[in-house]
């Protein structure tokens, strides 16, 4: 049986080399992680905000109008105010830039538009103080009423 | 002198010594990934929950709704449904009035010193809709 070899003299404290080099890597995948998450938790945070905002605001259907000419309109400015009422509930960081109502196929939609400002932890230690997210959601009053009086 | 001497193990003794700081690490990202991920689940299972809640204005079939929904959003993303605690609540429920969904899903603390301070152990999420003022059929 043979006796294990000594380690030669230029080979000691190896392990201790490739931990500083592989340490700041593994703090860095660490930290990136961690940012990542949170960007990313915040990002999905906003795009719920908004969506649940246009949910909401679709639901602002004119009756009188629906009544009189059987189509089914938007309340102005009720429904964009709406939407900013419930994605700012919803996501206190979202800024919603413009809810607008739009005309696709001779149908109603209801867009928001905005931002949040994501700030990392980890990226922030190399001046990187935050990233702009932009969010879009849009939501039809599909439901609605189909005969008057509903 | 004692740098000199022979001495074999070295590298596993420096390896012994650096493995608990590389566990901690991968402990740490393992944690954090579980708990980010929960919360996404959450937030998810908390608006499917309202969506569905809203669509109604029969309290006892909305509360069902926006209980059950949020569970079926959670076994979407491998989350197990039966740990969460959905709660829907209205002061009351008829047309326009806002029904809020809360989902919370306890996750274990990470095995890293101060883990239970680091990571909430139950990440919850909410989300407030109105119920829908119109509709052919509730």
């Not at chain 1, 867009?111 to 190399?126: C, D, H, N, S, W």
């Not at chain 2, 197990?80 to 829907?88: G, L, R, S």
């Amino acid at each position: 049986m043979s006796k294990l070899k000594p380690i030669p003299r230029r080979e000691r404290g190896q392990v201790l080399v490739w931990v500083a080099i592989l340490l700041p890597l593994f703090l860095a995948l660490t930290g990136l992680v961690f940012d990542g998450g949170i960007m990313w938790q915040q990002y999905m945070r906003a795009r719920w905000a908004a969506s649940a905002g246009c949910v909401a605001a679709a639901s602002e259907i004119d009756p009188q109008v629906f009544q009189d000419t059987g189509r089914m309109v938007l309340k102005l400015p009720e429904a964009p105010q709406t939407a900013f009422n419930y994605a700012a509930w919803n996501d206190p960081d979202l800024y919603l830039t413009s809810v607008y109502v739009r005309e696709e196929n001779a149908t109603q939609q209801i867009v928001a538009e905005g931002y949040t400002q994501i700030e990392p932890v980890f990226l922030r230690m190399f001046g990187v103080t935050g990233f702009r997210a932009t969010v879009r959601a849009v939501e039809r009053p599909a439901w609605g009423v189909v005969s008057a009086g509903e | 002198m004692l740098g000199r001497k022979k001495r074999p193990g070295q590298s596993y003794v420096e390896f012994v010594l650096v493995l608990p700081l590389l566990l901690l690490l991968v402990a740490g990202v393992i944690a954090f990934g579980q708990a980010f991920y929960v919360k996404l689940a959450t937030q998810a299972a908390a608006w499917s929950g309202a969506r569905h809640a809203i669509a109604t204005v029969n309290g006892q079939r909305g509360v069902w709704q926006g209980y059950t929904a949020p569970r079926y959003t959670l076994a979407g993303f491998g989350v197990n449904p039966e740990t969460a605690q959905v709660t829907v609540a209205a002061d009351v429920w008829g047309r326009g009035t806002n029904v809020q969904v809360q989902v919370c899903y306890p996750v274990p603390a990470p095995p890293v010193p101060f883990g239970d301070r680091l990571i909430p152990t139950n990440i919850c999420s909410q989300t407030l809709m109105p119920t829908y003022k119109w509709k052919a059929k509730w």
